[in-house]
C-alpha cells in the first residue's frame, strides 16, 4: 500500500500586483445585486406592543394602524399567523422583509398548546424549503424560513410565566430566540436588572438555548467587546415608538410622561439600540447561517431519518443512478401496496353494500307478504259482509213473507 505524503503548504510573496485582493468587492457587488431576504417572527400576548416594536426596527410603517375593537366575551380559539412582506431599500441596498405575527398567542382560557400553531408554521416553512432542494431543478429556490423570532416577555418584573418557559422550550431547537422585555418603561431600572436576573436563571434551569452573538478568536477587538455588550444586555428591555417627542427643541422618537421622556434610541433608556444592532446591522447573516446550517440542517436529517431514508448515504459516493432506481423500486413497491390496500377496501365496501341490499330485499319482500296477507283477510271480512248484507235485504222472499204477516 502505497503512503500518502503531505506537502506542506508554502506561503509566497507575490513578485507583482495581480489582483484577488479584489473578490471581496466582487461578492458585495453581486450581492448587492441579488438583494437581500429576511424572515422575522414576533410573539407575544396582545397589547405588548409587537407592531410598534417592528415600525421602530425599520423606522417605517410596516403595520398599519390598528383598529380598536370594543371588548366582547368571546374568547379566541387558535392562534393566528399573519404575513406581511415588504420590499425596503436603504443606500442602494435592496431588503426583501418579512414579518410573521401571531395575533391571539397567549389570550385563550387554556393556552397549554398555543405554541402548537407556531412550530407547526416554522417547520411547514422548513418542509417548504426541503421540498424545493429535492426538485431536479434547485435554481429558483425560495427561502421562507424564520430567521429570528423575537419573543416578547410581559414586564411582570418577576419570574418567566409557565407559558414563556413552554414556548421557548419547544421552539429552542427549530429558530433563533430573541428575548425581549416589553414595555420595559413600566419598571424601574432596578425592577429591570432583577428581572433580568431571574429570567436568565429560569432560561439556564430549564436549558433553553437563546441566540447570542458568537465570540471568535480572530475577531478584532471593537467587535469583541461590541458582541460583549450586546450579550451583556439579553434579554433587551425595549420600548417601541414610530412617534416623536420634542425633548429641549430636539426631535426624537420616545414617549412622554408627565416626569419625562424615555427615549428609543438612547441606550440609557433601554436596549432598543443594541437589539437594533444585532438583529440588523452586524448579526442579520450570522442569524441566517445559524438557521441554515444549525437548525434546518437538524431538522432536515431528522426528517430524512424518520422518513426511512438513510442520511450517510447522501456522503457515501454512491452513484445517482442507483440511489435513483433504488428510490424508484422502494416507490413502486410502496404504490403496489397501497393498490392492493384500496382493492381489499374496495371489495370489503363492495360486499358490505351486497349484505345491505340483500337485507332491504328480504325486508321489502316481507312487507310485501304482510300487506298481501292483510289485503287478503280485509277481501274475506269485506265478502263475509256482504254476504250478510245480501241475506237480509227486504226483496228477498223470506223478509217479505215476515213482513206480510206484521201487517195482517
Known sequence: M??????????????????????????HRKSVKRGFQFTLMVVG?????????????????????????EPT????????????????????????????????????VNNEESWR?????IEARY????????????????????????YFISPTGHSLKPLDIEFMRQLAARVNLIPVIAKSDTLTEDEIKAFKVRILEDIAYNKIQIYQPPIHDNDDPETIQENR????RIPFAIVGSDKEVEVNGKKVRGRKYPW????????????????????????????KEYTNEVLYESYRMGKLTRGGYDVSSETSGMNPLSKFEEEKL???????????????????????????????????????????????????????????????????????????GLFK
Do not use: W
Open 229 to 232: 455588550d450586546i450579550i451583556s
Open 45 to 69: 400576548e396582545s397589547g405588548l406592543g409587537k407592531s410598534t416594536l417592528v415600525n421602530t426596527l425599520f423606522n417605517s410603517s410596516l403595520y398599519p394602524n390598528k383598529e380598536n375593537k
Open 330 to 404: 422502494a416507490h413502486e413497491q410502496k404504490m403496489a401496496k397501497m393498490e392492493a390496500e384500496m382493492k381489499a377496501v374496495f371489495q370489503q365496501k363492495v360486499a358490505e353494500k351486497e349484505n345491505k341490499l340483500k337485507q332491504s330485499e328480504e325486508e321489502l319482500y316481507a312487507r310485501h307478504r304482510e300487506m298481501k296477507d292483510q289485503l287478503e283477510k280485509q277481501r274475506l271480512e269485506l265478502e263475509e259482509k256482504k254476504r250478510r248484507l245480501e241475506a237480509g235485504r227486504p226483496g228477498t222472499p223470506e223478509k217479505a213473507k215476515k213482513n206480510k
Open 260 to 287: 419625562g421622556v424615555i427615549e428609543v434610541d438612547n441606550e440609557e433608556h433601554c436596549d432598543f439600540i443594541k437589539l437594533r444592532q444585532m438583529l440588523i446591522r452586524t448579526h442579520m447573516e450570522e442569524l
Open 2 to 27: 502505497s503512503e500518502i505524503v503531505s506537502i506542506p503548504i508554502v506561503k509566497k510573496k507575490l513578485a507583482g500586483y495581480v489582483g484577488f485582493h479584489n473578490l471581496p468587492n466582487q461578492v
Open 117 to 121: 400553531p407556531i412550530l407547526e408554521n
Open 73 to 108: 366575551h368571546e374568547t379566541p380559539k387558535t392562534v393566528d399567523i399573519q404575513t406581511i412582506s415588504a420590499d425596503v431599500e436603504e443606500n442602494g441596498v435592496k431588503l426583501k422583509l418579512t414579518v410573521i405575527d401571531t395575533p391571539g398567542f397567549g389570550d385563550f
Open 127 to 150: 418542509d417548504a424549503y426541503l421540498e424545493q432542494e429535492n426538485r431536479v431543478n434547485r435554481k429558483r429556490i425560495v427561502d421562507t424560513r424564520v430567521h429570528a423570532c423575537l
